[in-house]
C-alpha cells in the first residue's frame, strides 16, 4: 500500500524552528518529485515547494522560499521539510504529497502534522 | 500567481441528489485542473485529474467538465460517505494553486 507519514509537528515559539518528516512506503520513493503543502485553521491548501527525485531541483511558492527549506534522504524513503523564523500565520496542517509521475497533481497525500506557532 | 476561485464555500444537499463545485482560474489553464475529496483526519484524495479523468476506483458519480478558466465538478446520487470538502488544483503553472474548498453536508 502506498502510504505517507508526516511527523515532527507540535509547538513551537514565535522565531523558532522546527523540522518535519515525511515516511514514504509502498512505491519506490527515489523516482518520484515530493511536495509540502499546508491548511492554515479556516483557510484553503498553500503548496509550499517540491524537490525533484536527485534533489538537484527544488521550487518553492515564492513567499516562503526565505524561511522554508525541502530536502529529502532516499535512502531512508524520507522527505525533510525544515522550517525557521516561524511565526503564528505559519500555523498549520503541514501535509507531504507524491506528484503523479507523469504530471503535475498531487496523486498521494500523508495524513498531515499539526504545528502550532505560539508562546 | 494563478488564482482559483471556487464556488460556493459549502453546501447541503440531500441523498440521492447532485450537487455542482465551480472553479474560476484567473488565466486559462487549459485544463490542467484537478478535484480532491478531504475528510477531517485524512489526506486529500484525489478524484479527478485533467478535468475530466476519474482516478481508478473513483465512482463514476464523481464528474468533472470544463475549459480555459471555467470548471466545474459535480457529484450525483449523493451518499452519506460523500459529506468532506472538496478542492480544485490547478497545476498548469510550476506554483500550483488551491481553490479555496467547498464543504458538502447531507440533509
Known amino acids: 500500500e502506498v502510504k505517507l507519514l508526516e511527523s515532527g509537528g507540535g509547538l513551537v515559539q514565535p522565531g523558532g524552528s522546527l523540522n518535519l518528516s515525511c515516511a514514504a512506503s509502498?512505491?519506490?520513493?527515489?523516482?518520484?518529485?515530493m511536495s509540502w503543502a499546508r491548511q492554515a485553521p479556516g483557510k484553503g491548501q498553500e503548496w509550499i515547494g517540491e524537490?525533484?527525485?536527485?534533489?538537484?531541483?527544488?521550487n518553492y511558492t515564492p513567499s516562503l522560499k526565505d524561511k522554508f527549506i525541502i530536502s529529502r534522504d532516499n535512502a531512508k524513503n524520507t522527505l525533510y521539510l525544515q522550517m525557521s523564523k516561524v511565526r503564528s500565520e505559519d500555523t498549520a496542517l503541514y501535509y507531504c504529497?507524491?506528484?503523479?509521475?507523469?504530471?503535475?497533481?498531487?496523486?498521494?497525500w500523508g495524513a498531515g502534522t499539526t504545528v502550532t506557532v505560539s508562546s | 500567481d494563478i488564482q482559483m476561485a471556487q464556488s460556493p464555500s459549502s453546501l447541503s444537499a440531500s441523498l440521492g441528489g447532485k450537487v455542482t463545485i465551480t472553479c474560476k482560474a484567473s488565466q486559462d489553464i487549459k485544463k490542467y485542473i484537478a478535484w480532491y475529496q478531504h475528510k477531517p483526519g485524512r489526506g486529500p484524495r484525489l478524484l479527478i485529474h485533467?478535468?475530466?479523468t476519474l482516478q481508478p476506483g473513483i465512482p463514476s458519480r464523481f464528474s468533472g467538465s470544463g475549459s480555459g478558466r471555467d470548471y466545474s465538478f459535480s457529484i450525483s446520487n449523493l451518499e452519506p460517505e460523500d459529506v468532506a470538502t472538496y478542492y480544485c488544483?490547478?497545476?498548469?503553472?510550476?506554483?500550483?494553486?488551491f481553490g479555496g474548498g467547498t464543504k458538502l453536508e447531507i440533509k
Open positions: 485533467y478535468t475530466s
Open positions: 504529497a507524491r506528484r503523479y509521475y507523469y504530471g503535475g497533481y498531487f496523486d498521494v
Open positions: 509502498g512505491f519506490d520513493f527515489s523516482r518520484y518529485w
Open positions: 488544483l490547478q497545476y498548469d503553472n510550476l506554483l500550483r494553486t
Open positions: 524537490i525533484n527525485p536527485g534533489s538537484s531541483t527544488i
